[in-house]
């Protein structure tokens, strides 16, 4: 709790979140998701191909891979 008083501030009004627009945020988020987790797929793979031609083991790549 402050000791200054703050007179000159309005109060803060809670805000009625629109259910529609959590709707949106969530599909947004979602295909957001889906697009972070196809990149990272492809990413992956291709690190691992990359491992696998310098003649790593498959316990290595795992290492280098963090899995």
Not at 6 to 11: F, G, I, V, W
Request: glycine share 2%.
């Amino acid at each position: 709790m402050s000791i200054i008083e703050r007179d000159y501030l309005e109060p803060v009004k809670p805000v009625e979140f629109p259910p529609e627009l959590a709707l949106l945020i969530a599909r947004k988020a979602a295909t957001m998701a889906e697009e972070f987790e196809d990149k990272a797929l492809d990413e992956m793979i291709h690190a691992a191909r990359r491992h696998l031609r310098v003649g790593q083991t498959i316990e290595q790549v795992r290492w280098q891979l963090g899995l």
